[in-house]
Structures are given as structure tokens and as C-alpha cells.
């Protein structure tokens, strides 16, 4: 009886969307595309019907773009289930989203980056890009506007292989009925939950910027709750590290919100120190309750100033001493708190998932932080994301370098060896790929594929949610060029970008199946395949054919049917 209706109401739409076709343009698009006022689709060739392939347990993406001709209230977008002869993956499985415009700017004049103060925007070609992914039921749209609907497919892990038909359906008040037409083919192969990938995402988590952005009181109940669905949003992207800072302005205060100490560090009367974990265990413990546990980065014994805080009871306020790394100074300040918080997660069995991290730092000074906490506390792990310097690099168990940089080959596999962790970021300082709000969406999807090029285990960013002044509106920023600062917006929102880097995160863990199957099955021809698919992942390539076209081609290897 169900199908029945359903196959009455598909009739009765298909009968009066011609009355229609006058007033509203509905197409699908490519998921390729980041709309602006710049780039009007087509309106005279609307495609009605897309073809999709998954493995089951992935997650795809697809776009639509909606222009209506008149003024439209309480426009809805719904999803149908998707039926094949013999099975059903329902509608909770489809998630869809208006996409929002936020504004953005450029690279630098000389195309070569997106580092630098950038005081005075008029001074950068601004424009309105879509990238937000708006939640919101029904929407009233207004006339002549461009309206992008992002649609994510997260196919069960126990769907059946075969080909799934349904729709997606624009309705509006007036009873308005259009509708595209979903053509989804399930593969015989399953991809791994996100908390089982191996790929090593390590994206840097901000609460700062969310106490401010929410208005609630630091480290309140309702500021962990209002960072859960941001946080959650991370964890199902596969995120295996927490961020922690141990110390006041590890960064300088270069964010919008700087990052304070979660280490309250108190110098007693009689010369002793004492240190109060409240509030690092409290986030270290809100984040494990999400899925992230991997690991705990904490920043840092070697800040961007030399300036280091604590509390002194002998003048009852906070003070700060400057020291160089490897002066006496240094070691007094930070050997017994290297000792005093190794102490600490051992008691709280986080120990062995614990780095002292650093960012950006020169080798002496990085020799010198060394040196101090082998002499305290010989097995804590050290984390770095800057340059690769053979003189350190043993010493380093998570070792993340800037793209286009290399680690030498013989290092790299005895560092696998070891069950050392060795990466790639971006920054502000690549103008491609990145992730910044004008860049190509496909751009974020390629970085999993050059992990993989480059034989890295994974890929760090600075900033999840570091979020601007304003950043739902304008992801400009003092410095830097837009977007730079977060991948998601406040609220649970998620991205075009963030959506677009987890399929690339998906690439790699499928080319990690594939390849072992294949060595394993000693299928000759299929590695070499897999090869040659990574040898595109160049930035020669990147500049030469783009990542749309490169990525593309990747992808369909990984979706050919054996």
C-alpha cells in the first residue's frame, strides 16, 4: 500500500512540474563547484538524475542548485528512501543542507600563499562564497538567488550490494513539487567506522573561541555542551588527537581567541611548585567521551614568546618569567611540572598517549626542550609540526612536516618501523591544495590522496575552530588569508570544505584496503594501477590539470568492480 501512494505522488508531481518549470531552476551540479554570484549555472539545461557509488559504511556527497524566479516561503527538502529490487537504505541514511554564503577573499597578490597581515580588506577582492551547511527545515529563499543544497549520503555498513533508485523532493507553501531523481550503486566492499581508520587526522580543537562564540562561562557545563555537536563532527571524521596547551598564549594570542593554560601552575611560599589538572582532565575526558582518544597533544615548552606564567602566592598574583630554552631559568620552571604531569597521567593511564608537543620551533632550541625532558622523564613522548632535521628526528615520535617537504625515504620506513607517527599540514603559507574559503572544495578532497603519495600516516591542520570575529558571515581575517582560521562554523555546522576533506580521508583508507588485498592476492596489475593513480597526486599536476580532474580519476579506480 506504501508504494502505492508513493508511485501516486511521484505521478502527480511529474504531472504538474511543467507548470513550474517557469518559476524555479532546479538542477543537480557538481559537488566540484563553490558557488558565487560569479558563477551562474546554466539555466537552460538542468540534469534531473545523478548516478552515485559507495561502499557500504562511506559517506558521499552530491550538489543540487535551486534558482527561483519569484520569492518562495517555507521551502523544504526532502529525501525519499532509496529502494532497489530487494532492499532499502532509508531516508535517516541522507542528511541535506541549504548552503550559506560567507564571505571570503584571495591569495596573496602574487598568488603564491595566503600568509600575511591583511589590515585593510578593501584592499583584497572580496566576494560572497557558499560553504556553510545549513541544518534549517524550511526557508523562505528570495527571488534571482542562487541556492545551493548539499546532500550527504552515509550508507549503512550492513546495506546490500545492488543499485538503489529515489528522490529528492524541493517543496514549498504553494505547493510547489520538484523534484531530482538519486541513482545509487552499493559495492560489494565495506569501509571501517571512522574511529577504526588508521589515517592520522590531527586537527586542532579550539574551545576558546567557542567559550566566546556561545557566551557561556569557561569551562562550564553549558560550554561543554554547546562544544558537543562541533566536537562530535571531528570525531566522525576519523580525529585521533585532543589538543591541549599546558601554558598561557602558546601561539602569541595570533587567534581571535587565544589559548590560556589548562595547567594552573603555583609556585608555593617556601619555593615549591604545585600544579592543579581540573581543567585539562575535564577536556581531555569530555573529548574520549566523543570517540577521540588516540592521543593528547599538549603545547608546549617552547611557545612563540619565551614567556612562561604561573601563580605566586608570595605576591598572590600572576607572574611570568622569560627564559631561554636551556637556561637555568627554563629548567627550574619546567622540569618539575615534566615531572610532576608525568606523574599525573600515569595515575590517569594516559601516559603512553601523551606528547609534549611543539610547533614551528628551531633545532637548538628544540635540541635544548629536548635534553630537558629526557633528564626528567626519559620515556614521554615528543611531538613536532615544523622541519624535518635528521639530528632530532629519532627523538620524535609524531613528526609532522609542511607539504612539499620530505622526509628521506630510509627514515620514513624505519619510522613505521618503530610505530612512530609521521605526517603532512598545510597552512596559510600553500595556495593549493588547501582549505581555505575560496579554494576549490575538490582541493580539500586530494589532501588524504597526497598523504598517501607522500607515504605519510596522516595530516594536521591549526585550526578546526579557531573561529573569526564574525565567522557564519565573514571567514576574513586579520591575518591570513579567509577561511584559514576553521573548517566548520559554531553550532554543529559543518562545511563543503570539512565534507570534502573526509572523502579524501575515505580515498586513503580504501587505497590501504585495496592494496593490501591485492599484495596479499599478489594481483601485479591492480597495484600497479594504484600506483600510477598516485604518481597524478603531484603539484605539478595540482597546477597543470586541477584537483577536480586528478581527484576524479582516483576515485573512480577505487569504485571499479573487480
Known amino acids: 500500500m506504501r508504494q502505492f501512494f508513493v508511485?501516486?505522488?511521484?505521478?502527480?508531481?511529474?504531472?504538474?512540474?511543467?507548470?513550474?518549470?517557469?518559476?524555479?531552476?532546479?538542477?543537480?551540479?557538481?559537488s566540484d563547484v563553490r558557488y558565487s554570484e560569479r558563477n551562474v549555472p546554466d539555466a537552460s539545461k538542468p540534469?534531473?538524475?545523478?548516478?552515485?557509488?559507495?561502499?557500504?559504511?562511506?559517506?558521499?556527497?552530491?550538489?543540487?542548485?535551486?534558482?527561483?524566479?519569484?520569492?518562495?516561503?517555507?521551502?523544504?527538502?526532502?529525501?525519499?528512501?532509496?529502494?532497489?529490487?530487494?532492499?532499502?537504505?532509508?531516508?535517516?541514511?541522507?542528511?541535506?543542507?541549504?548552503?550559506?554564503?560567507?564571505?571570503?577573499?584571495?591569495?596573496?597578490?602574487?598568488?603564491?600563499?595566503?600568509?600575511?597581515?591583511?589590515?585593510?580588506?578593501?584592499?583584497w577582492d572580496s566576494?560572497?562564497?557558499?560553504?556553510?551547511?545549513?541544518?534549517?527545515?524550511?526557508?523562505?529563499?528570495?527571488?534571482?538567488?542562487?541556492?545551493?543544497?548539499?546532500?550527504?549520503?552515509?550508507?549503512?555498513?550492513?546495506?546490500?550490494?545492488?543499485?538503489?533508485?529515489?528522490?529528492l523532493?524541493?517543496?514549498?507553501?504553494?505547493?510547489?513539487?520538484?523534484?531530482?531523481?538519486?541513482?545509487?550503486?552499493?559495492?560489494?566492499?565495506?569501509?571501517?567506522?571512522?574511529?577504526?581508520?588508521?589515517?592520522?587526522?590531527?586537527?586542532?580543537?579550539?574551545?576558546?573561541?567557542?567559550?566566546?562564540?556561545?557566551?557561556?562561562?569557561?569551562?562550564?557545563?553549558?560550554?561543554?555542551?554547546?562544544?558537543?555537536?562541533?566536537?562530535?563532527?571531528?570525531?566522525?571524521?576519523?580525529q585521533k588527537v585532543i589538543t591541549a596547551t599546558i601554558m598561557h598564549k602558546p601561539w602569541n594570542g595570533q587567534t581571535e581567541d587565544f589559548f590560556d593554560a589548562m595547567v594552573n601552575k603555583?609556585?608555593?611560599?617556601?619555593?615549591?611548585?604545585?600544579?592543579?589538572?581540573t581543567v585539562f582532565d575535564r577536556w581531555v575526558e569530555f573529548m574520549m567521551s566523543l570517540g577521540i582518544d588516540r592521543q593528547i597533544n599538549c603545547y608546549t615548552l617552547i611557545p612563540w614568546a619565551l614567556s612562561f606564567?604561573?601563580?605566586?602566592?608570595?605576591?598572590?598574583?600572576?607572574?611570568?618569567?622569560?627564559?631561554?630554552?636551556?637556561?637555568?631559568?627554563?629548567?627550574?620552571?619546567?622540569?618539575?611540572?615534566?615531572?610532576?604531569?608525568?606523574s599525573h597521567l600515569r595515575q590517569k593511564g594516559w601516559f603512553e598517549k601523551t606528547c609534549i608537543a611543539m610547533d614551528e620551533r628551531g633545532l637548538e632550541a628544540m635540541k635544548e626542550a629536548i635534553k630537558l625532558i629526557r633528564s626528567v622523564e626519559p620515556e614521554f613522548k615528543i611531538s613536532l609540526a615544523g622541519a624535518y632535521h635528521a639530528e632530532i628526528a629519532d627523538e620524535i615520535h609524531d613528526l609532522c612536516l609542511s607539504f612539499n617537504h620530505f622526509f628521506p625515504e630510509s627514515d620514513l620506513e624505519a619510522r613505521k618501523s618503530a610505530g612512530k607517527i609521521s605526517t603532512v599540514y598545510t597552512c596559510c603559507a600553500e595556495a593549493r591544495?588547501?582549505?581555505?574559503?575560496?579554494?576549490?572544495?575538490s582541493e580539500a578532497a586530494s589532501l588524504g590522496w597526497f598523504a598517501l603519495a607522500g607515504n605519510y600516516d596522516g595530516y594536521l591542520r591549526w585550526a578546526y575552530n579557531s573561529w573569526t570575529a564574525d565567522p557564519v558571515n565573514d571567514s576574513r581575517f586579520?591575518?591570513?588569508?579567509?577561511?584559514?582560521?576553521?573548517?566548520?562554523?559554531?553550532?554543529?555546522?559543518?562545511?563543503?570544505?570539512?565534507?570534502?576533506?573526509?572523502?579524501?580521508?575515505?580515498d586513503y583508507e580504501k587505497f590501504k584496503i585495496l592494496q593490501k588485498e591485492y599484495v596479499a592476492s599478489k594481483s601485479a596489475s591492480k597495484l600497479n594501477l594504484l600506483n600510477r593513480i598516485l604518481s597524478l597526486f603531484t603539484a605539478e599536476n595540482l597546477e597543470r590539470e586541477g584537483s577536480d580532474a586528478i581527484v576524479a580519476k582516483a576515485r573512480a579506480i577505487l569504485n571499479m568492480k573487480n
Request: glycine residues 6%; hydrophobic residues 40%; aromatic residues 12%.
Open 7 to 30: 508511485l501516486v505522488n511521484l505521478l502527480i508531481i511529474t504531472a504538474i512540474q511543467p507548470l513550474f518549470a517557469q518559476q524555479v531552476f532546479l538542477s543537480w551540479s557538481s
Open 47 to 123: 540534469v534531473t538524475r545523478i548516478s552515485l557509488t559507495t561502499w557500504r559504511g562511506e559517506r558521499i556527497n552530491a550538489q543540487s542548485v535551486l534558482i527561483p524566479k519569484t520569492d518562495m516561503s517555507g521551502v523544504k527538502v526532502v529525501v525519499s528512501d532509496l529502494n532497489s529490487s530487494s532492499a532499502v537504505i532509508p531516508a535517516s541514511a541522507i542528511s541535506t543542507f541549504f548552503v550559506r554564503y560567507v564571505m571570503t577573499d584571495e591569495l596573496n597578490k602574487d598568488g603564491k600563499g595566503g600568509c600575511g597581515v591583511r589590515p585593510n580588506k578593501q584592499d
Open 127 to 167: 566576494l560572497m562564497v557558499a560553504d556553510m551547511l545549513d541544518n534549517k527545515d524550511i526557508v523562505d529563499l528570495n527571488a534571482g538567488e542562487i541556492y545551493p543544497i548539499w546532500m550527504k549520503i552515509w550508507t549503512p555498513a550492513d546495506a546490500k550490494p545492488g543499485k538503489y533508485k529515489g528522490t
Open 169 to 238: 523532493l524541493v517543496t514549498d507553501e504553494n505547493q510547489l513539487a520538484l523534484t531530482l531523481n538519486i541513482e545509487l550503486e552499493v559495492l560489494n566492499r565495506t569501509l571501517p567506522a571512522p574511529k577504526e581508520w588508521g589515517f592520522h587526522l590531527d586537527l586542532w580543537q579550539n574551545p576558546y573561541s567557542a567559550a566566546r562564540i556561545y557566551g557561556v562561562p569557561l569551562w562550564s557545563d553549558a560550554h561543554f555542551e554547546a562544544m558537543r555537536p562541533t566536537m562530535k563532527t571531528l570525531a566522525d571524521a576519523g
Open 266 to 277: 603555583i609556585k608555593c611560599i617556601d619555593g615549591t611548585w604545585k600544579y592543579d589538572y
Open 309 to 342: 606564567d604561573y601563580f605566586d602566592q608570595a605576591t598572590n598574583r600572576i607572574q611570568f618569567v622569560k627564559a631561554e630554552p636551556g637556561s637555568q631559568a627554563y629548567s627550574d620552571y619546567w622540569s618539575a611540572f615534566v615531572k610532576d604531569f608525568a
Open 433 to 441: 591544495p588547501n582549505t581555505f574559503t575560496f579554494s576549490p572544495p
Open 478 to 506: 586579520r591575518t591570513w588569508a579567509a577561511g584559514d582560521c576553521y573548517l566548520v562554523y559554531p553550532d554543529g555546522h559543518s562545511s563543503i570544505r570539512m565534507e570534502r576533506l573526509i572523502e579524501g580521508i575515505q
